[in-house]
Antibody
Framework: QVQLVQSGAEVKKPGASVKVSCKAS????????ISWVRQAPGQGLEWMGW????????NYAQKLQGRVTMTTDTSTSTAYMELRSLRSDDTAVYYC????????????WGQGTLVTVSS | EIVMTQSPATLSVSPGERATLSCRAS??????LAWYQQKPGQAPRLLIY???TRATGIPARFSGSGSGTEFTLTISSLQSEDFAVYYC?????????FGQGTKVEIK
């Protein structure tokens, strides 16, 4: 069965960086893209970007361009999302999700990783 | 950026009744529209993609319609497990965007 298992909760100070991992299993990792979506406390879903696990191509949300980097390690079927220059409004649950074949929208989701930015 | 606007923000419905949720795009997204359900403390769950195709395992009481800029999610007879927040998402543009969500609560 398809599973996406994310790394644990993080607490960071403003200005620091965080790197969240997402280990995939149950499918051919390089055949699907991975999206990253975040959700601030009590707020809606925000699409952050996408990476092709096949060739590493990326698309990022305009508001995060320059602060976010998405990568994959095909040897371990793991995707990573790094966010730099953290601010308090980056406090959120961060989700990775596998995109569907034939429809660029996620079908399987990780459990989420809470990132708290606080001084 | 394509802006997705959902209405209403909150929908109060009695169990067994029909619920109709709307999603409007600021420009055409063709049929590249998905609906997600999210319950507290859980990851979103894909319900509908391609505007009207149910995802695997989704009950037939969930249906989606629309194309272009106007979309609807209908839950034909609300069950207790359907009370949740629902989001639409467009994926016509490579910079995907979500609506702000509709909370379906018990009346």
């Amino acid at each position: 069965q398809v599973q996406l298992v994310q790394s644990g909760a993080e607490v960071k100070k403003p200005g620091a960086s965080v790197k969240v991992s997402c280990k995939a299993s149950g499918y051919t990792f390089t055949s699907y893209g991975i999206s990253w979506v975040r959700q601030a406390p009590g707020q809606g879903l925000e699409w952050m970007g996408w990476i092709s696990a096949y060739n590493g191509n990326t698309n990022y949300a305009q508001k995060l361009q320059g602060r976010v980097t998405m990568t994959t390690d095909t040897s371990t079927s793991t995707a990573y999302m790094e966010l730099r220059s953290l601010r308090s409004d980056d406090t959120a649950v961060y989700y990775c999700a596998r995109d569907m074949r034939g429809a660029a929208t996620p079908d399987y989701w990780g459990q989420g990783t809470l990132v708290t930015v606080s001084s | 950026e394509i802006v997705m606007t959902q209405s209403p923000a909150t929908l109060s419905v009695s169990p067994g009744e029909r619920a109709t949720l709307s999603c409007r795009a600021s420009q055409s997204v063709s049929s590249n529209l998905a609906w997600y359900q999210q319950k507290p403390g859980q990851a979103p769950r894909l319900l509908i993609y391609g505007a009207s195709t149910r995802a695997t395992g989704i009950p037939a009481r969930f249906s989606g319609s629309g194309s272009g800029t106007e979309f609807t999610l209908t839950i034909s007879s609300l069950q207790s497990e359907d009370f949740a927040v629902y989001y639409c998402q467009q994926y016509n543009n490579w910079r995907r965007t979500f609506g702000q969500g509709t909370k379906v609560e018990i009346k």
